[in-house]
């Protein structure tokens, strides 16, 4: 941080180190402060399509969704290239996804993949549509026999060996439809793609994969040991203790479970999956008014979800069993 305020000093009308500091305060979780700096580098450079991406990210963190929706929509309207569409329709994909839209947000990432065949070769635009791993927002409204076609289809243009990139493909789906053997099938896949190409920083996939297995076997201990070693390889994805927390929230350590979602609160205070799994905690202690407040804040972020997505569903049905308890 030092460096970065000896820059801001040496250089003021660059606006890169403002932002640059936005960024450090907005990892830190202190979204105000960022947000401040941001605003300072749009000053100097009004129509740099990054910063209006940033800003509606410290937007969303601070749970300003309609104006999120306003600086993404801005940034669209000032982007001037190819890619500078497909960061904004990237970003616009993360947005609904988030909201349960899950429709909008399959067509954000569909306009997104046709802004990145205007500057990615085929090869490398079909195996980034496969490696991002988002065919499964088609079997979260239902559209199962969709998400794999496209998957066929995308696998089809593919020769090996990059054909086996498909892999996380399946994979993600068989998870989304906790499709137990299946998804054993695409880990050994998915293993053989990563000796393949050498690629060990996917690893984290595989503990992933094989962690909700366990979740859905009931075997909750060994599941919190391989969503760890998930965490290891992504130490900053503070979301994987979300999963920990609702594995302890099912052995029964309550404690445990509500402080690794209040670590998740204290850094995204608007994560949806977080305010229902920390509402569950609330619920299973018998705490009905504090299990009711983190349910509302759920059912407001997921306010137009779409009918078929089944988190908002679930959480509608939690919070009316929780009103029907005088």
């Not at 569950?280 to 979800?305: C, F, M, P, R």
Request: some cysteine; charged content about 30%.
């Amino acid at each position: 941080m030092k460096y970065f305020k000896q820059h801001k000093k040496l250089y003021p009308n660059d606006y890169k180190s403002f932002s640059a500091l936005g960024e450090l305060y907005f990892t830190m979780g202190d979204y105000s402060r960022a947000k401040d700096y941001y605003l300072d580098a749009q000053v100097i450079e009004p129509t740099d399509v990054s910063i209006f991406l940033r800003l509606g990210d410290v937007d969303i963190e601070l749970g300003n969704f309609d104006r999120a929706l306003d600086q993404y929509n801005e940034a669209l309207l000032i982007a001037k290239t190819h890619q500078e569409r497909s960061f904004v329709y990237d970003a616009l994909e993360s947005f609904y996804k988030k909201r349960g839209q899950i429709r909008k947000s399959i067509e954000n990432m569909n306009k997104k993949f046709t802004e990145q065949t205007k500057f990615l070769n085929p090869i490398n635009l079909l195996i980034e549509q496969i490696s991002e791993m988002s065919l499964s927002k088609y079997v979260m409204i239902g559209d199962t026999s969709e998400a794999f076609n496209k998957l066929r289809i995308f696998e089809s243009k593919l020769s090996p060996p990059w054909s086996k990139t498909s892999a996380l493909g399946y994979l993600d789906l068989y998870i989304e439809l906790e499709d137990v053997e299946n998804t054993k099938k695409s880990i050994e896949s998915v293993k053989e793609l990563i000796r393949i190409f050498g690629e060990e920083s996917k690893r984290n996939i595989i503990y992933h994969a094989e962690a909700r297995i366990n979740e859905w076997k009931g075997d909750y201990i060994e599941a919190i040991l391989s969503y760890y070693s998930e965490l290891e390889y992504k130490p900053t994805d503070v979301k994987i203790l979300i999963d920990i927390g609702r594995c302890y929230r099912k052995v029964g350590n309550y404690s445990k479970a509500k402080k690794l979602l209040q670590t998740v609160l204290k850094i995204f205070p608007f994560s949806p999956k977080a305010h229902y799994e920390i509402a569950q905690v609330y619920i299973d202690t018998g705490d009905k008014g504090k299990s009711q407040y983190h349910l509302n804040i759920t059912l407001n972020i997921w306010k137009g979800a779409d009918p078929e997505y089944r988190p908002a569903e679930e959480a509608v049905k939690k919070l009316r069993e929780l009103e029907a308890i005088s």
